[in-house]
């Protein structure tokens, strides 16, 4: 959409380092333009400091001023020809984007557990009866039980803790309700009654 007299940012060049603003990029590209080396040197230094101006709370990094003539060097594309304080060589490093993580896509039963629940089943499974094994068993009941009552099933009762224990490690934990005690968690109507006063 091209109207006369308004100026769009789409439809203008894109941003390096969009932090900083139009403003400060067109004073790089003014920097990059001049003849003399002086006043380049003059303009940089200006720039810095108004970059640094911006973003105060950063002064306290030990390596906050390197990152700005970096990023000076970058908004410049390398081309600003000065006495760099700083070895900005290794600037391009910062806009090299990580690889994505790759996201667990396991199939599980049972979504409201999550999978990291499920790999403490598998780890339930292998492990022998002890009291490493009864801490792990203690802590994989309460965050059943947590996600129970998070995910809003309606039942946090221990019977179903129990029963799904058995159910996906294969048999391995057997709980009996009468001896295992479970963490206590407030109930439903407690909450909304907290949640009132």
Same mark, same amino acid.
């Given at each position: 959409?091209?109207?006369?007299?308004? *100026? =769009?940012?789409? !439809?203008?060049?894109?941003?390096?380092?969009?932090?900083?603003?139009?403003?400060?990029?067109?004073?790089?590209? =003014?920097? /990059?333009?001049?003849?003399? $080396?002086?006043?380049? +040197?003059?303009?940089?230094?200006?720039?810095?400091?108004?970059?640094?101006?911006?973003?105060?709370?950063?002064?306290?990094?030990?390596?906050?001023? +390197? $990152?700005?003539?970096?990023?000076?060097?970058?908004?410049?594309?390398?081309?600003?020809?000065?006495?760099?304080?700083?070895?900005?060589?290794?600037? !391009?490093? %910062? !806009?090299?984007?990580?690889?994505?993580?790759?996201?667990?896509?396991?199939? %599980?039963? /049972?979504?409201?557990?999550?999978?990291? /629940?499920?790999?403490?089943?598998?780890?339930?499974?292998?492990?022998?009866?002890?009291?490493?094994?009864? #801490?792990?068993?203690?802590?994989?009941?309460? +965050?059943? $039980?947590?996600?129970?009552?998070?995910?809003?099933?309606?039942?946090?009762?221990?019977?179903?803790?129990?029963?799904?224990?058995?159910?996906?490690?294969?048999?391995? %934990? +057997?709980?009996?309700? #009468?001896?295992?005690?479970? *963490? $206590?968690?407030?109930?439903?109507?407690?909450?909304?009654?907290?949640?009132?006063?």
């Amino acid at each position: 959409m091209n109207i006369e007299g308004l *100026d =769009y940012n789409t !439809q203008r060049k894109k941003l390096i380092l969009p932090e900083y603003g139009r403003e400060i990029q067109s004073m790089v590209d =003014y920097a /990059v333009s001049l003849p003399d $080396k002086n006043e380049r +040197q003059y303009c940089a230094e200006t720039i810095i400091s108004i970059m640094d101006s911006m973003y105060p709370q950063n002064r306290d990094n030990a390596d906050h001023l +390197q $990152k700005l003539w970096d990023h000076l060097a970058l908004m410049s594309n390398f081309k600003l020809d000065i006495d760099w304080p700083f070895d900005v060589s290794q600037a !391009q490093k %910062i !806009q090299t984007k990580p690889e994505p993580l790759s996201y667990p896509m396991n199939k %599980i039963p /049972v979504r409201h557990y999550g999978n990291m /629940v499920f790999e403490l089943f598998e780890k339930l499974k292998t492990m022998n009866p002890g009291e490493e094994r009864d #801490e792990l068993l203690r802590i994989t009941a309460r +965050q059943m $039980k947590s996600n129970l009552m998070q995910w809003g099933h309606g039942s946090t009762d221990n019977e179903k803790v129990i029963s799904d224990l058995a159910r996906f490690t294969d048999g391995a %934990i +057997q709980l009996d309700p #009468e001896t295992f005690k479970f *963490d $206590k968690y407030p109930s439903r109507e407690t909450d909304r009654k907290r949640k009132k006063k």
